[in-house]
């Protein structure tokens, strides 16, 4: 859904009944809303949402993504993940200030549309995850490259591979939300971005120092440092070059924390093939042009959605639901060389 007021574009993401899950038909009404705010010449913000109170976007719409690999029509899923990446790419280099209210389920794909804005906003009820690997799939929408610039070190691997959900003030801590606002206070930072967008400066500088203004006066401060937490993650997965590099730090951490147990059980439940995607394309697009990064993410998409793990994995999570997926193979030390050459 597309709503115009004076100096604002507002894009709705309207799939309340499925957390406003991507579509083709979504990413491309999107798509259309984007072009047209950086057409027009009175529009200077562009305001992202999602309706509902669950949440801002839960990613892909894995129905539609599973009929099409089911039926042979794999090319229509990589149509799907192409649109995707493009329209996310769009968010990135918009010429405009983008603001995304990150509300509740924020995951996947949602976490992609949020990742190019230059405002993510936060609530106390926000959940951000990247949960792929749980499905047999990799975190995708560019969260391979644009990770690296968000967050502290060692926390895109250990959130891309885990799928580790961050609630609340923790999203912004950890870079992936720029502002925390208490959930009812959401619809006054709207009416209150409504009532700016007209007034905003020309230029992309301006007009995001006049937004940063809008925001502080709703904004919450009270977000505590984590030190232990970030040197522990940091220790055992920053810069390690394979599975078996973060296996074997996990196995010989000290359990202080009360971490490595929960992680290692989080791996052990995941596709090795999935992981070992994962971690390729971390090493290979930590650093790199966006273009180049989505450009790689597609080529993994295509031969992760055609390797039997991705069909396993939406069979044992999402259809049959009983948690207990045969992947091929099960387990890391299994993995052959090569194993996620794309």
């Known amino acids: 859904m597309i709503t115009r007021s004076p100096g604002l ?10 957390l406003n899950t991507l579509n083709r038909e979504m990413i491309r009404l999107l798509t259309r809303g984007l072009e047209e705010a950086l057409a027009a010449t009175d529009i200077s913000l562009v305001l992202i ?32 993940f192409r649109e995707e990446y493009a329209l996310d790419l769009m968010i990135h280099q918009c010429p405009k200030p983008v603001v995304v209210l990150a509300h509740g389920i924020t995951m996947g794909g949602g976490l992609g549309l949020a990742a190019g804005a230059d405002f993510v906003v936060a609530t ?16 995708d929408v560019g969260g391979t490259g644009w990770l690296f610039t968000k967050c502290p070190p ?22 992936l939300a720029t502002h925390l606002v208490d959930s009812a206070r959401l619809p006054e930072l709207r009416q209150a971005l409504k009532n700016y967008a007209g007034e905003l400066p020309t230029g992309k500088p301006g007009a995001v120092a006049h937004l940063e203004q809008v925001l502080a006066s709703f904004t919450r401060r009270d977000i505590a440092p984590n030190p232990d937490l970030d040197a522990w993650v940091a220790a055992r997965f920053a810069g390690k070059r394979s599975l078996q590099e973060i296996m074997t730090a996990l196995n010989q951490c000290s359990l202080e924390l009360r971490l490595c147990e929960e992680v290692l059980r989080r791996l052990g439940e995941r ?8 971690l390729q394309l971390l090493r290979a697009n930590e650093a790199r042009p966006l273009p180049e990064i989505f450009h790689r993410e597609a080529l993994a998409a ?33 993995l052959g060389a090569g194993a996620e050459d794309f």
């Open 271 to 278: 596709s090795p093939t999935a992981l070992a995607v994962t």
């Open 302 to 334: 295509h031969f992760m959605i055609t390797h039997p793990d991705y069909l396993e994995g939406i069979r044992a999570r999402i259809i049959d639901k009983d948690d207990k997926p045969r992947w091929q193979p099960d387990t890391i030390e299994a």
């Open 124 to 139: 106390e009820a926000t959940r951000m995850a990247m949960p792929e690997t749980r499905i047999g799939f990799f975190p």
């Open 9 to 18: 574009m507002t894009l709705v993401l309207n799939r309340p009944r499925v």
């Open 154 to 175: 060692g926390y895109p691997e250990y959130l891309a591979l885990t799928g580790y959900e961050l609630l609340g003030a923790e999203c912004v801590r950890l870079g």
């Open 49 to 80: 949402c999602g309706a509902g109170d669950r949440g801002f976007c839960a990613g892909g719409d894995l129905k539609e993504l599973t009929r099409a690999v089911q039926t042979g029509e794999v090319h229509l899923a990589d149509q799907f």
